[in-house]
């Protein structure tokens, strides 16, 4: 079992009642979970899952190392990209608990290519914008969107386009998840969260796009703690939150500038 998330924002364990359908009947009081293990549960074979997160930047990495360690099977990830240089995400790739990836971008990660190559694992690269888009339209409660990205590609293969005004558009579905994994700089006990400049990167549109969202906070603090003003993601889309201070946060790469 896995302990590194303990809970200082209030003294109850979360009650969950999130075992495998997409219903949350939680408290929204007790929110805040003592453990990785406890904030996952529910999590099952097959599940779509979202995970913040940019390249390295802004990942929760207590939880993803704790998804590597549960010996599901054919996840669906729903990622930027899947990890790199061997870090965050590539566990998954990995323990070969993902069946399908829907991403950004594959770029140099070698585990992500040698799954493919054995045809392990399914890989669904789609322009960013149109990504973060159909995340947010999902949130949004939009079921479908056109956008001209993709237009005259192999984007737009299989999918309606339509001409508006002169200019042609494909339509774009939007993308849910039964999980999204994110990570906050600051919690309160009742998921209203404060990310860090580059770190909120997609965190703010998965949660609304999820059914479940669990928060991996750097720190948990009293309700109210957090100036409203500086609430970048109301609690309202925050089902379970666990604190986890220690973090790796490694940059993929480091650059000198001359001066």
């Given at each position: 079992m896995h302990h590194r998330g303990r809970a200082r924002g209030g003294s109850s364990a979360c009650e969950c009642g999130h075992h495998g359908?997409?219903?949350?009947?939680?408290?929204p009081l007790?929110?805040?979970?003592?453990?990785?293990?406890?904030?996952?549960?529910?999590l099952k074979d097959g599940a779509r899952v979202m995970v913040g997160g940019f390249g390295l930047c802004g990942n929760a990495e207590a939880l993803i190392e704790e998804v590597a360690t549960l010996g599901m099977k054919d996840l669906t990830l729903i990622s930027n990209n899947a990890g790199n240089m061997g870090m965050g995400l590539t566990s998954w790739i990995r323990a070969r608990i993902v069946r399908r990836i829907i991403c950004t971008y594959v770029g140099t990660n070698e585990d992500v290519h040698k799954a493919m190559a054995d045809g392990g694992i399914e890989v669904d690269v789609i322009p960013q914008g149109t990504f973060v888009e159909r995340i947010r339209a999902a949130g949004a409660g939009i079921p479908a969107f056109y956008?001209?990205?993709?237009?005259?590609?192999?984007?737009?293969?299989?999918?309606?386009v339509r001409t508006f005004d002169g200019r042609e558009y494909v339509l774009e579905r939007a993308l849910f998840a039964d999980f999204a994994l994110i990570r906050a700089h600051e919690s309160d006990s009742f998921g209203n969260l404060r990310f860090r400049r580059t770190a909120r990167n997609f965190a703010p549109a998965m949660a609304t796009a999820a059914?479940?969202?669990?928060?991996?906070?750097?720190?948990?603090?009293?309700?109210g703690a957090i100036d409203p003003d500086d609430v970048h993601l109301p609690g309202i889309f925050v089902h379970r939150i666990v604190e986890v201070k220690t973090h790796h946060d490694p940059f993929e790469y480091k650059i000198n500038r001359a001066l």
């Open positions: 359908g997409l219903r949350v009947t939680q408290e007790h929110k805040v979970c003592q453990t990785t293990t406890e904030a996952l549960m529910g956008t001209p990205t993709g237009v005259g590609t192999v984007v737009a293969d299989g999918k309606e059914a479940v969202t669990i928060v991996e906070a750097d720190s948990v603090l009293p309700l």
